[in-house]
Each structure stands twice: as structure tokens, then as C-alpha cells.
């Protein structure tokens, strides 16, 4: 059978196989952010986005002292839409989805780098991350590394990659 958001049994089992490699990531005492992506496409997309930040995702943070989820939606859309940004327009213009690069820069510079330093060490600098995920978490990493550095942050391997690894394999 086909399952997907609201099947009780396939949430349940992303959220142990997610909670799993938030403990493998922390084991020596790191934080694991999770990321909600934001404001997608298309109505279809955002409620999938929306279970999958509120089922799953804070369900791990919540049970998990080493996760934290963020957020960056009040920093990238407006009205369920994503917004256009001075100097940098869409940035997600393609697909409403993948960072192009000035939108990967901006995030990095403007909200993602800032966060992370505050979850990861305050105070801290540069703070060294990790980039898991899918091909949205890898226009991440890939577009947005000249950001993340201005930020603070040392992208110490490249692990983001199209169809997400972390799942199905765990941190390498």
C-alpha cells in the first residue's frame, strides 16, 4: 500500500529512524538542528511541510535534549508565499524550492548562520556544521557555502546530497 503524511504507522516509523541518527549526529555531545523547510510551492507541498515539521520533526526535538528545530519560515515568506528579498529577489526561484545561489548566500548571512551559532556554541566562532539532507539541504551546502562562511560557519564536509543519505544510510 502506499503511505505518506497522516499514516500513523509511516510517521511513526520516520520519527524513530530520524530520532536515531539525531543520536548518532550527538553522540559526543553535538547539536542536531533540525530544519523545517518552508513555505513551498504549492499548497500540496506546504502541508506536507507542515506535518512534517509538526509530527515529526519538533516531536524529535522535543524528546531529544541534543535537537532543536528551526524554523526559517518567518524569515522567507510572507503570507504562506515565499517572499522576494532586496538585492536578492526569489530565492527559491526555479522550483520554490531549491536555493539559488544569492538565495543560499542571503540565508546563510542573514538568518541560518546566526541561528546555528546560537544553537551550536553562543558565542562561539566559527561554528563547525555538517549539512544533511535532500537535494533542497544540498543547494544548501553547495549554493551557500561563500554565506555560510561570512557567517561563521565551517561547513566541515559535504554530506548533503540529491535523495537524502541520512535516511537511508545514517552519518557517515
Known amino acids: 500500500r502506499t503511505v505518506g503524511p497522516d499514516d500513523r504507522a509511516w510517521t511513526f516509523s520516520i520519527r524513530q529512524l530520524l530520532a536515531e541518527r539525531v543520536a548518532a549526529l550527538s553522540a559526543d555531545g553535538a547539536m542536531v538542528a ?10 500540496d507541498a506546504r502541508e506536507r511541510q507542515r506535518w512534517y515539521r509538526d509530527r515529526v520533526l519538533a516531536s524529535v526535538a522535543d524528546a531529544d535534549a541534543h535537537a532543536v528545530l528551526i ?7 510572507q503570507d504562506g508565499e515565499a517572499r522576494e528579498v532586496d538585492d536578492v529577489g526569489a ?13 543560499a548566500d542571503w540565508l546563510w548571512r542573514s538568518w541560518l548562520g546566526p541561528t ?17 539532507g535532500d537535494s533542497i539541504a544540498f ?11 561570512a557567517a561563521g ?20
Open 153 to 172: 560557519i565551517d561547513l566541515a564536509h559535504r554530506s548533503a546530497a540529491i535523495g537524502c543519505g541520512l535516511t537511508r544510510q545514517g552519518p557517515s
Open 71 to 77: 524554523d526559517p519560515t518567518s524569515e522567507v515568506c
Open 116 to 132: 546555528l551559532r546560537e544553537v551550536g556554541a553562543p558565542g562561539a566562532q566559527p561554528v563547525s556544521a555538517a549539512v544533511f
Open 34 to 43: 533540525l530544519w523545517a523547510d518552508p513555505c513551498g510551492p504549492d499548497a
Open 91 to 103: 530565492p527559491r526561484p526555479d522550483d520554490g524550492q531549491h536555493w539559488s545561489e544569492e538565495g
Open 139 to 149: 543547494t544548501l551546502d553547495y549554493e551557500g557555502r561563500a554565506g555560510a562562511d
